[in-house]
């Protein structure tokens, strides 16, 4: 369907639903009036978000496509380990678990972060404020503490520029508050493949102190062979009342993952023969990567009088990566290649200051926030060889050594004006500068000095607009400007093999729009839609990806357009159904150096999306079900679309029971994935030069778990 058709039928779909429900006067005599709504006006509560704006708003009123996963969504009959488990429920959103904890999860927001061979890119990464995304753009969020999250807000379009590089979407975490008294709820989850996670929570509210611990540990063998992981986890919060208008929070995390096996992707004779196997040298150079990362927050908030709130968030962290690849001995031979082991160590620390005032203009509800934001990165990057004499899959002779530093400064500015009861005018700009620097300490034969550094600039305006027709359909239209600038790993090899960084890259720039609808369509039903067109000029793509190691260049303009849809409703006698819905056409505009694209979809992202889930819960009894239904399209491994993983349809499974005394909290729930014990790829490594694109997903799989809360 092309975007001027998408464009009609969202249209009238949207004059259709006024026609359902009673139209506002033209003009209400304030904003109280508009909001006072008669006692039988079938109108429900909408999520209370904070991402879009900085400030607490309900998203039903906000001209942004942004969404809140509840806590229940998050963690009732989950694994609670990945964001994989909950996010298919948002359009927009691909989440694919990539059976291999050594590259992270596989997610992309409209098409950004596709690319990705490991890690979270194109998108902006935040836990509990604390940016899990660096300055360079590189996220992750093998840190995410899913067991102590009260909500993950999923912010997509324009309005993410707000958040500077490489907002393609945002992805934010918040960890719940303490409830009055103190309540610990250890608990245990098993299921097939060796999986475990045990975890024990502890929170509480003292009055001047409220405060939640989690304490998690997670172990699988894996669904294939050599990709067995291990990850530790702590998450706390702790918020002091200070007095009646200031508060203080710490937040500290810690993940341990020591050796965790990479199983590689596999070609298609592979995957077809036996998709269990690990890949090509997996077990050869015995693949694997260790990660720990430290981190530390604090955030102050201060009112001042009736309109103006300060916040200020200082962070710091470390993260520490070592990775064994199976790059062949052979390979390594030149003087300039940088091994087959990667040490990493990352310094990494920010501040972010903002004010807020609430004032009027022209006797309207007018909100004002200025900010600024420093990001910095420290980054010490060493390789080795993997091999010692005819010993694979140790750490062998140094072939590089380089010290990076990547920092970022930017301010911003967003605005939210009332006009009056029928409109909300919601506009932002952000001014970034990105700046790398690269000093080279591995200068050894013909293996030169490859010093250099570069920086990149940019500024993002956005602006949108809410239409209120009735007290029950918002209509609204968006516009921004976004930029992505290549990553330090993006940077760190040039595709055409020489030494040196890869300095020609260039950062993309994109122009988005949007137009949508939120509707309340009775009681408790709630429909979104939302139309939009993405057009990239300098996309940053692969250019190889060969033996675990990636490079990247830019390749001309890309367009994506598509719609979004998403429906929740609940009936009586505890019946509910959620539905979410992507279209998304993401294609080449232009050639590539020798190469025809134009035309071509972009590789990794399917066209298609769709998640049902049909849930009934009975209260007396304490028992509930649900049976999900999740669909991804054909999704193309390469630029040339010359191979593609399989559309799929699976379904999934779960059954939860629940016992409440005076003092305790019984769970326990039983789930079963994939039940019709489907083959497929659950996700592609894109452009990988040796064919070895496919990550298969498990078949029948089942987990089941217990906790007990106590509250003393």
Not at 14 to 37: G, I
Not at 374 to 391: C, P
């Amino acid at each position: 369907m092309s975007t001027s058709s998408r464009f009609a039928v969202t249209l009238s779909v949207a004059l259709s639903l006024t026609t359902l429900f009673p139209l506002y006067p033209a003009r209400a005599e304030s904003q109280t009036e508009m909001r006072t709504l008669p006692p039988t006006t079938p109108i429900t509560a909408d999520a209370i978000v904070v991402s879009a704006t900085r400030l607490d708003q309900s998203a039903f009123d906000l001209p942004v496509s942004i969404d809140s996963v509840s806590q229940s969504q998050l963690q009732d009959g989950q694994l609670q380990v990945n964001l994989s488990e909950s996010l298919a429920r948002i359009p927009g959103i691909v989440a694919q678990n990539r059976q291999n904890y050594a590259q992270d999860l596989q997610i992309s927001s409209r098409g950004f972060g596709a690319r990705a061979s490991f890690g979270v890119r194109g998108l902006r990464l935040y836990a509990d404020g604390i940016p899990a995304t660096m300055p360079d753009g590189q996220g992750q969020v093998s840190h995410f503490d899913l067991g102590s999250a009260a909500r993950v807000e999923v912010l997509r379009g324009p309005f993410s520029a707000l958040y500077g590089n490489a907002s393609g979407g945002v992805i934010s975490l918040f960890t719940e508050d303490g409830t009055p008294g103190t309540t610990i709820t250890p608990s245990v989850t098993f299921g097939s493949y060796g999986t475990q996670r045990i975890g024990t929570k502890l929170s509480g509210d003292t009055g001047a102190l409220n405060y939640v611990t989690d304490i998690s540990t997670f172990r699988t063998d894996g669904y294939r062979d050599h990709s067995a992981a291990k990850r530790d986890t702590i998450n706390g919060k702790f918020k002091w009342k200070l007095g009646t208008d200031s508060k203080l929070t710490l937040v500290v995390n810690t993940v341990d993952m020591p050796d965790v096996q990479d199983p590689l992707g596999l070609t298609r004779a592979q995957f077809e023969a036996n998709p269990e196997q690990a890949g090509t040298n997996a077990l050869a150079y015995n693949t694997r990567k260790s990660v720990a990362q430290h981190q530390l927050g604090l955030a102050y908030e201060q009112k001042l009088g009736a309109g103006d709130t300060v916040n200020l968030m200082v962070y710091g962290g470390r993260r520490d990566t070592t990775q064994f690849q199976s790059i062949p001995k052979a390979v390594q031979t030149p003087a300039t290649h940088p091994g087959g082991v990667i040490d990493l160590v990352r310094d990494y620390a920010g501040v972010d200051a903002h004010w807020t005032h609430r004032s009027e203009l022209a006797g309207a509800p007018l909100a004002t926030t200025v900010g600024i934001n420093y990001d910095n990165l420290d980054e010490a990057r060493k390789g080795f060889q993997n091999f010692i004499g005819n010993t694979l899959g140790v750490m062998g002779a140094l072939r590089r050594n380089e010290e990076n530093h990547i920092f970022n400064v930017d301010q911003y500015a967003q605005l939210q004006w009332e006009p009056s009861g029928r409109w909300l005018l919601l506009a932002g700009l952000r001014n970034s500068q990105v700046k790398v620097s690269s000093q080279d300490k591995y200068i050894v034969g013909i293996n030169g000095d490859d010093s250099g550094r570069t920086q990149f600039s940019a500024t993002t305006p956005t602006l949108g607009l809410t239409w209120r027709v009735n007290p029950a359909l918002n209509l609204y239209t968006t516009y921004g400007r976004g930029f992505e600038t290549p990553t330090m790993n993006e940077l760190s090899y040039r595709p055409d093999g020489a030494p040196g960084l890869n300095f020609s890259l260039r950062p993309a720039k994109n122009d988005t729009y949007e137009l949508g609808l939120k509707a309340l369509l009775g009681q408790a039903t709630q429909l979104n839609i939302a139309l939009f067109d993405v057009r990239t000029r300098d996309e940053i793509v692969v250019a190889t990806n060969t033996n675990g190691r990636t490079t990247f260049q830019n390749g001309g303009r890309t367009r994506r357009n598509g719609v979004e849809a998403s429906l929740s409703t609940a009936w009586n006698h505890g019946l509910s159904l959620a539905v979410a819905y992507t279209s998304l056409d993401a294609t080449y505009r232009d050639t590539l150096g020798t190469s025809t694209l134009s035309g071509h979809a972009l590789p990794g992202i399917p066209r298609q999306s769709l998640f049902v889930e049909g849930s009934w819960r009975h209260e007396p009894s304490g028992f509930s079900s649900a049976l999900e239904l999740r669909h991804i399209g054909k999704v193309f491994v390469n630029d040339a679309n010359a191979d593609a993983a399989p559309a799929y349809t699976i379904a999934n499974l779960r059954l939860g029971f629940e016992q409440k005394t005076v003092s305790w909290k019984l769970k326990e729930f039983l789930r079963i994935d994939n039940l019709s014990d489907k083959k497929y790829a659950g996700s592609v490594i894109v452009n990988e030069s040796n064919s070895r694109f496919f990550e298969p997903a498990p078949g029948r799989n089942w987990l089941a778990g217990v906790s007990a809360g106590y509250s003393f």
